[in-house]
């Protein structure tokens, strides 16, 4: 009898989900974690009485009753709501595409009239067989959201202009014929009121946690301690990168106190034009409705990942997904792991799938 059943690694939700299930079921757990503190990349951090998103901005939004009931055992979630607005150049337009964006864009009033201003603009550029992203871009919504709104952000998010980016990238876009500035169609939305590392840390009450400790660089000692290991860092990193390494995009965080109590008047403002060399201006407090004095503002900008760089979104082409089904046959015949989250599975997660993935696999393990 080894001291635990479960070895943990990675406190983030994955592992506080999956630990959270084996505790209820008398399962003992060690949940360690490489990084100084727990919930991995949804962790926040309270600078000047602000929950900072130090990974970037994570909005909690579901349509599963189940997972939002569950991680409302952990957490209030405040009202919050993510209505994004655009900055081109000092022009302001709201987010997703809506009648509010194209009355500010053409003075249409109507659905009527916003429906036929993009279809005069689709005719106009007469483009049949797109290929590229911009004239896929054009061909969905015209030119003018084209160019004020897509070009320039979506140029700077994959560091290449639309003219050198596949068409397929963008399928289809959203565009809503309605006054609605609600970026996400989901039934539950909210931010835990505290921050999410304190949603977390409920999930792992109860549960020991070692923080600064990394897996791969003493498996032996740590297997030795548990019955069977649930690892949610990188497939890759595990299997010691044999077969190469799997590929990232990267983001850098700029942030920034600011003696201001109210830096721009929204959460997420992003920066359409291709000149400003962030995509984006986060102001933290407006997640929570802050009144503090002061402002955290984090600045986003693109960026190409290196091996050791943050990991932020799997590239889903086909090299790399083809690479990534190597890894998984022999992460599938492993002895007595179970690889999970977003590294684990190489694949880009929102908070609710990820829980919902956990969840289902610690039901169909501890049963
Ligand atoms: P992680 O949070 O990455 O946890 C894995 C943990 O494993 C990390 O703490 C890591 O330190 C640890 N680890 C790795 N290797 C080792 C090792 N060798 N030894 C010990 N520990 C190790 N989702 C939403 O629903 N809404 C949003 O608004 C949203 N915004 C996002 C914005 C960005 C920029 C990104 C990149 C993602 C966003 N997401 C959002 C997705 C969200 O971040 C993920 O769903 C979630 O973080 C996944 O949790 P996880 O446990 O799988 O991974």
């Given at each position: 009898m080894k001291q635990y059943d479960y070895l943990i690694v990675g406190a983030g939700l994955y592992g506080a989900v999956f630990a959270q299930e084996a505790k209820k079921a008398g399962k003992k757990c060690l949940v360690i974690d490489k990084r100084s503190h727990i919930a991995?990349?949804?962790?926040?951090?309270?600078?000047?009485?602000?929950?900072?998103?130090?990974?970037?901005?994570?909005?909690?939004?579901?349509?599963?009753?189940?997972?939002?009931?569950?991680?409302?055992?952990?957490?209030?979630?405040?009202?919050?709501?993510n209505s994004p607005v655009a900055n081109y150049h000092g022009e302001i337009y709201n987010l997703p595409f809506n009648m509010n964006t194209f009355n500010k864009m053409w003075g249409v009033v109507t659905p009527a009239e916003a429906k036929a201003k993009i279809e005069e603009q689709k005719k106009e550029a007469g483009i049949t067989d797109p290929q590229n992203l911009?004239?896929?871009?054009?061909?969905?919504?015209?030119?003018?959201?084209?160019?004020?709104?897509?070009?320039g952000y979506t140029g700077k998010q994959w560091g290449r202009p639309c003219t050198e980016l596949p068409a397929f990238i963008i399928k289809r876009l959203p565009v809503r014929f309605t006054y609605d500035d609600?970026?996400?169609?989901?039934?539950?939305?909210?931010?835990?009121?505290?921050?999410?590392?304190?949603?977390?840390?409920?999930?792992?009450?109860?549960?020991?946690?070692?923080?600064?400790?990394?897996?791969?660089?003493?498996r032996e000692n740590l297997n030795a301690l548990a019955e069977k290991v649930v690892y949610t860092g990188p497939v890759d990193a595990y299997f010691g990168y044999k077969l190469g390494a799997l590929q990232y995009r990267s983001v850098r965080f700029e942030t920034e106190v600011l003696d201001t109590d109210n830096y721009q008047?929204?959460?997420?403002?992003?920066?359409?034009?291709?000149?400003?060399?962030?995509?984006?201006?986060?102001?933290h407090k407006h997640f929570e409705f802050g009144t503090q004095p002061k402002t955290v503002i984090s600045r986003e900008y693109s960026a190409e990942w290196k091996k050791g760089d943050e990991p932020y979104y799997p590239v889903n082409d086909e090299k790399n997904g083809a690479l990534y089904a190597e890894?998984?046959?022999?992460?599938?015949?492993?002895?007595?792991?179970?690889?999970?989250?977003?590294?684990?599975?190489?694949k880009y997660y929102d908070m609710d799938k990820v829980i919902e993935v956990a969840l289902d696999v610690a039901a169909k393990e501890l049963a």
């Amino acid at each position: 009898m080894k001291q635990y059943d479960y070895l943990i690694v990675g406190a983030g939700l994955y592992g506080a989900v999956f630990a959270q299930e084996a505790k209820k079921a008398g399962k003992k757990c060690l949940v360690i974690d490489k990084r100084s503190h727990i919930a991995g990349n949804i962790y926040t951090e309270p600078v000047e009485g602000i929950n900072v998103h130090r990974y970037g901005a994570h909005i909690f939004h579901t349509n599963n009753k189940a997972v939002w009931q569950y991680v409302n055992q952990f957490a209030e979630f405040n009202r919050y709501t993510n209505s994004p607005v655009a900055n081109y150049h000092g022009e302001i337009y709201n987010l997703p595409f809506n009648m509010n964006t194209f009355n500010k864009m053409w003075g249409v009033v109507t659905p009527a009239e916003a429906k036929a201003k993009i279809e005069e603009q689709k005719k106009e550029a007469g483009i049949t067989d797109p290929q590229n992203l911009e004239e896929q871009a054009i061909s969905l919504v015209g030119t003018d959201i084209y160019e004020k709104l897509i070009k320039g952000y979506t140029g700077k998010q994959w560091g290449r202009p639309c003219t050198e980016l596949p068409a397929f990238i963008i399928k289809r876009l959203p565009v809503r014929f309605t006054y609605d500035d609600n970026y996400f169609n989901a039934l539950y939305q909210g931010i835990p009121n505290g921050g999410y590392t304190a949603m977390v840390e409920k999930m792992l009450d109860g549960t020991e946690v070692r923080l600064n400790v990394d897996y791969l660089a003493d498996r032996e000692n740590l297997n030795a301690l548990a019955e069977k290991v649930v690892y949610t860092g990188p497939v890759d990193a595990y299997f010691g990168y044999k077969l190469g390494a799997l590929q990232y995009r990267s983001v850098r965080f700029e942030t920034e106190v600011l003696d201001t109590d109210n830096y721009q008047g929204n959460a997420v403002v992003n920066y359409t034009d291709a000149e400003t060399p962030y995509t984006r201006i986060i102001e933290h407090k407006h997640f929570e409705f802050g009144t503090q004095p002061k402002t955290v503002i984090s600045r986003e900008y693109s960026a190409e990942w290196k091996k050791g760089d943050e990991p932020y979104y799997p590239v889903n082409d086909e090299k790399n997904g083809a690479l990534y089904a190597e890894y998984k046959k022999l992460a599938d015949v492993e002895p007595d792991v179970i690889f999970g989250g977003r590294l684990g599975e190489y694949k880009y997660y929102d908070m609710d799938k990820v829980i919902e993935v956990a969840l289902d696999v610690a039901a169909k393990e501890l049963a």
